[in-house]
């Protein structure tokens, strides 16, 4: 394998760069590259997949001399500067599996960045112009790092962190409910009633554990609640009154990002509740009659692939040419769940060069055809893969995997399956990849050594699950 070979699909996060190392009698050669990898979050989208800390590990361990790559690390940890990105989770986890195995330098390294980051907070005296806190984001991070791999995880948490994190709310004000993700996350992994039992116990000697013990009890009770209060309109009338008071705190407060796409999400959830479908001709006559642009963008994210827009799509096409980003990328959605001609014809117009190529395939791929097969292979090879995803192929892949998935198409073209395996950066969408392939009985034994080593925890399940059943 070549060096770019072997970087690309250790991106990738592909097993078979642990099969070459295993296999190739000079190790020394992928170095440089495996170095790369571990000063590098390598993670599409880490809060989905999580980080590659496993996988870069699993390649660390096939060289004799270790001290260079955790070094590298530790290097990249202690320089490391709050910026809200995922990069620092994936130096805590990495130097904590290092650490777990003996590496004593990086179990350092995590102390030294835990002191750190404890005496910042200790002085912080405002938040960022948007309201976030990264130093504590990420103190949150380690305290979540340095539990799971201590030897006695629920000793260090309550007579360490928890003491610690209580002092700090006692001490600064910005810090209040602030840690309600190590809060929940000790409960998942150690017992509920375990920690809680503990944490109570070390309250009764320690103002600052009962402080962060009352704190993290306050917060759940309250998101609980939050959710019981929240009311459930029972009409159509209701709904409509909801939507109103809604555009009217959004015109008071602003409108951007995801929240254009909040009030589909909740409709698509009521209706799905309710079951009261006659709702959707209703919400499209409002978007017909709609002036504002964003308005209308945020009416056309009702229609989901559950809630599809029961009206004519010609208005939805009239809306995908309009210059307003945020309207032409709600009518593209919108037109993905309608089946009509009209709608693939619009598609091949988008592929004969007339627009973005992902969004063509997008809608090709939901309207497709057994003619199309070969247009549709050709446009999803044409989409660079890249991690700032400026061309949608994440998007892309998804809706031709879901093609490929449906039963009854007609000559789907399923030798894309093996391509998606190859170029995607997203090892949760790979899991589905290799499920489909499976289906479809085009594994290999190869791809399925292959997968043992894949950074996806699923996928390497899966590979087990096969060749445990074909022994």
Same mark, same amino acid.
């Given at each position: 394998? &070549?060096?770019?070979?072997?970087?690309?699909?250790?991106?990738?996060?592909?097993?078979?760069?642990?099969?070459?190392?295993? #296999? &190739? $009698? *000079? &190790? =020394?050669w992928y170095r440089e590259v495996v170095l790369w990898g571990c000063t590098h979050d390598l993670s599409y989208d880490t809060q989905c997949e999580g980080t590659r800390a496993w996988y870069m590990r699993e390649l660390v361990r096939r060289f004799q001399e270790e001290n260079s790559f955790v070094e590298a690390v530790i290097q990249k940890l202690l320089q490391y500067r709050p910026n809200g990105g995922w990069a620092f989770s994936y130096y805590c986890e990495l130097l904590g599996l290092f650490a777990q195995e003996g590496h004593r330098e990086a179990f350092m390294a995590?102390?030294?960045?835990?002191? $750190?980051?404890?005496?910042?907070?200790? !002085?912080? +005296?405002?938040?960022?112009?948007?309201g976030t806190l990264p130093e504590g984001d990420d103190f949150e991070t380690l305290c979540i790092s340095m539990v799971d791999i201590a030897a006695q995880p629920l000793v260090l948490y309550a007579d360490k962190i928890a003491e610690d994190i209580g002092t700090l709310m006692m001490?600064?004000?910005?810090?209040?409910?602030?840690?309600?993700?190590?809060?929940?996350?000790? +409960? %998942?992994?150690?017992?509920? =009633?375990?920690? /809680?039992?503990?944490?109570?116990? %070390?309250?009764?000697? !320690?103002? @600052?554990?009962?402080?962060?013990?009352?704190?993290?009890?306050?917060? *759940?009770? $309250?998101? !609980? /609640?939050?959710?019981?209060r929240q009311p459930v309109p029972q009409t159509t009338e209701d709904m409509l009154k909801s939507?109103?008071?809604?555009?009217?705190? *959004?015109? =008071?407060?602003?409108? #951007?990002?995801?929240q254009v796409r909040r009030l589909g999400l909740r409709v698509r959830a009521w209706i799905k509740k309710t079951g009261n479908t006659e709702a959707l001709s209703v919400?499209?006559?409002r978007y017909l009659t709609e002036q504002d642009s964003l308005e209308r963008a945020k009416l056309l994210f009702i229609f989901g692939s559950d809630c599809p827009f029961p009206l004519s799509p010609e208005p939805l096409i009239q809306d995908a040419r309009a210059g307003d980003e945020t309207l032409r990328e709600a009518a593209f959605y919108a037109l993905e769940n309608v089946r009509h001609e009209k709608v693939h014809q619009f598609a091949l117009e988008l592929a =004969?060069?007339?627009?973005?190529?992902?969004? @063509?395939?997008?809608?090709? @791929?939901?309207?497709?055809?057994?003619?199309?097969?070969?247009?549709? @292979?050709?446009?999803?090879? !044409?989409?660079?893969?890249?991690?700032? *995803?400026? $061309?949608?192929?994440?998007?892309?892949?998804?809706?031709?995997?879901?093609?490929?998935?449906t039963k009854g198409i007609k000559a789907a073209p399923k030798e894309l399956l093996p391509y998606l395996y190859e170029h995607t950066l997203c090892s949760m969408c790979r899991e589905y990849i290799v499920r489909e392939m499976g289906r479809r009985h085009m594994v290999t034994e190869e791809l399925l050594r292959e997968c043992l080593y894949d950074t996806n925890y699923e996928v390497r399940s899966y590979a087990r699950k096969r060749i445990k059943e074909t022994q």
């Open positions: 394998m &070549t060096k770019k070979g072997f970087r690309e699909a250790m991106m990738r996060g592909l097993g078979r760069c642990v099969l070459e190392l295993e #296999s &190739t $009698e *000079d &190790t =020394e995590l102390a030294r960045k835990y002191e $750190e980051l404890y005496g910042i907070l200790r !002085s912080k +005296e405002k938040r960022g112009k948007d001490e600064n004000p910005l810090l209040e409910c602030s840690f309600e993700w190590l809060f929940m996350h000790c +409960e %998942r992994t150690y017992g509920k =009633e375990k920690v /809680r039992k503990l944490l109570a116990k %070390r309250a009764k000697a !320690s103002p @600052a554990v009962s402080r962060y013990f009352e704190d993290g009890i306050a917060r *759940d009770t $309250e998101m !609980s /609640r939050e959710k019981s939507i109103d008071e809604e555009k009217k705190r *959004d015109q =008071e407060s602003g409108c #951007s990002g995801w919400l499209a006559q =004969e060069g007339k627009g973005n190529v992902s969004e @063509a395939v997008s809608l090709l @791929a939901n309207h497709y055809q057994k003619e199309d097969r070969e247009l549709l @292979a050709r446009l999803v090879k !044409s989409i660079p893969v890249t991690y700032d *995803d400026r $061309e949608d192929w994440h998007g892309v892949y998804s809706t031709v995997l879901d093609l490929l998935k």
